[in-house]
């Protein structure tokens, strides 16, 4: 009987503690999501202009170094790679306590300006077209000329 009463406190016990640490970590995270806007607005603000061109820089620098060195990787993973070097050469720019948003968007925003740099060749494939396609084109050509 004693040993059942134990197993049974002990699985109360655990229920407890279980549902305090539930608590506590959704407490914990309301208190985050409640004060994140505070503190981006107040690292805006505190951000000066030359410290958000540095950002600028090594994000495109991290961004640059996936696209270069993983070739292999797919975005996730370059992204990840990215990500990591930025963090590594925070230090050496002078940029501490950067949040995870914050480098991130600073390397996609350097993935979005290589992307609208690019131009997309659009490639059709030579059989697809007939040669009554082609020929009419070539001689509105000549004639416009």
Same mark, same amino acid.
């Given at each position: 009987?004693?040993?059942?009463?134990?197993?049974?406190?002990?699985?109360?016990?655990?229920?407890?503690?279980?549902?305090?640490?539930?608590?506590l970590?959704?407490?914990?995270?309301?208190?985050?999501?409640?004060?994140?806007?505070?503190?981006?607005?107040?690292?805006d603000?505190?951000?000066?202009?030359?410290?958000?061109?540095?950002?600028? +820089? /090594?994000? !495109? &620098?991290?961004?640059t170094y $996936?696209?270069?060195?993983?070739?292999?990787?797919?975005?996730?993973?370059k992204?990840?790679?990215?990500?990591?070097?930025?963090?590594?050469?925070?230090?050496?720019?002078?940029?501490?306590?950067?949040?995870?948003?914050?480098?991130?968007?600073?390397?996609?925003?350097?993935?979005?300006?290589?992307?609208?740099?690019?131009?997309?060749?659009?490639?059709?494939?030579?059989? +697809? /077209?007939? !040669? &009554?396609?082609?020929?009419? $084109?070539?001689?509105?050509?000549?004639q416009?000329?």
């Amino acid at each position: 009987m004693q040993e059942i009463l134990s197993q049974s406190f002990s699985q109360l016990i655990s229920m407890i503690i279980y549902l305090a640490a539930l608590t506590l970590f959704s407490y914990v995270g309301m208190m985050i999501k409640k004060f994140q806007p505070v503190v981006a607005a107040w690292l805006d603000a505190n951000t000066t202009a030359a410290q958000k061109k540095v950002i600028k +820089e /090594l994000g !495109s &620098e991290a961004f640059t170094y $996936a696209e270069t060195v993983f070739r292999e990787k797919n975005g996730a993973d370059k992204l990840h790679e990215a990500l990591s070097y930025f963090n590594k050469n925070m230090d050496k720019y002078n940029l501490p306590g950067m949040t995870y948003e914050n480098i991130r968007n600073a390397v996609e925003q350097a993935w979005l300006q290589d992307k609208s740099m690019r131009s997309f060749d659009v490639q059709v494939d030579a059989g +697809e /077209l007939k !040669s &009554e396609e082609v020929a009419p $084109a070539v001689e509105a050509e000549g004639q416009t000329s």
